[in-house]
């Protein structure tokens, strides 16, 4: 079954702690990417990977980063996190990295820094 | 730069009533690609249609359909018939094509939440 892998599903952690989120794709996808979605605000692109070793910057990526080594995952890293960052994380992946690509996201990681 | 307004946060229906949300967007491509997506109280996203700009058909797919008018930059979703397993926060987003947009980024409305009530 095709489908995008996020662990963990909920994480409640303190201040400080450093945390990974793993995502997972088996659809052999070029593109990946990270959202963070918030009351209000809809979701919105933290960082993306357009392929193995190429990652960049989305509109909210601050305090976040990421690696692509394998084609099939692209964790998040919250080095230090803060409350601030409590929030619904998806991660998401398309065949082809450019605009209009049907974008297929995973379950949602549950994320409350305290 | 580009932004997609869902004007109403929440709608309320009783069950067999028509309802529809509303998306209006803003871009300065001519190319560009519309998105619906569902979002279940489980917290996945369901991708229900995806319309580029050069495709202002619009679309039933069983209970749903979507009327597209690029003249008033509206991309709206229809329930017919609404049924408690609607009740869901729906999204719509907006992705412009090609080089413009080299990391595929989604720009999202802020949602609307649907309750159907039985």
């Known amino acids: 079954e095709a489908q995008v892998t996020q662990n963990p599903r909920y994480l409640i952690t303190v201040t400080g702690k450093k945390l990974t989120v793993t995502c997972s794709q088996n659809?052999?996808?070029?593109?990946m990417s990270w959202y963070r979605q918030d009351p209000g605000l809809g979701l919105r692109q933290i960082y993306y990977?357009?392929?193995?070793?190429?990652?960049d910057k989305g509109d909210v990526p601050e305090g976040y980063k990421v690696s692509r080594k394998e084609k099939r995952n692209f964790p998040l890293i919250l080095e230090s996190p803060s409350p601030n960052q409590t929030s619904l994380y998806f991660c998401?992946?398309?065949?082809?990295?450019?605009?209009?690509?049907?974008?297929?996201f995973g379950e949602g990681s549950w994320l409350t820094v305290v | 730069a580009q932004k997609v307004t869902q004007a109403q946060t929440e709608i309320s229906v009783v069950e067999k009533e028509d309802v529809t949300l509303d998306c209006v967007y803003e871009t300065r491509d001519t190319t560009y690609y519309l998105f619906w997506y569902k979002q279940p109280p489980s917290g996945e996203l369901v991708f229900l249609i995806r319309r580029n700009s050069f495709d202002e058909q619009n679309e039933i797919s069983g209970r749903y359909s979507w009327n597209f008018q690029k003249s008033t930059s509206s991309f709206n979703f229809t329930i017919t018939a609404s049924q408690v397993v609607d009740s869901a926060v729906y999204f719509c987003?907006?992705?412009?094509?090609?080089?413009?947009?080299?990391?595929?980024?989604?720009?999202f409305g802020g949602g609307t939440r649907l309750m159907v009530k039985p």
């Open positions: 990977s357009m392929n193995v070793e190429v990652t």
């Open positions: 659809m052999n996808h070029e593109y």
């Open positions: 998401a992946s398309s065949l082809l990295p450019w605009g209009g690509n049907t974008i297929y």
């Open positions: 987003a907006l992705s412009e094509a090609g080089n413009n947009n080299a990391g595929n980024m989604l720009t």
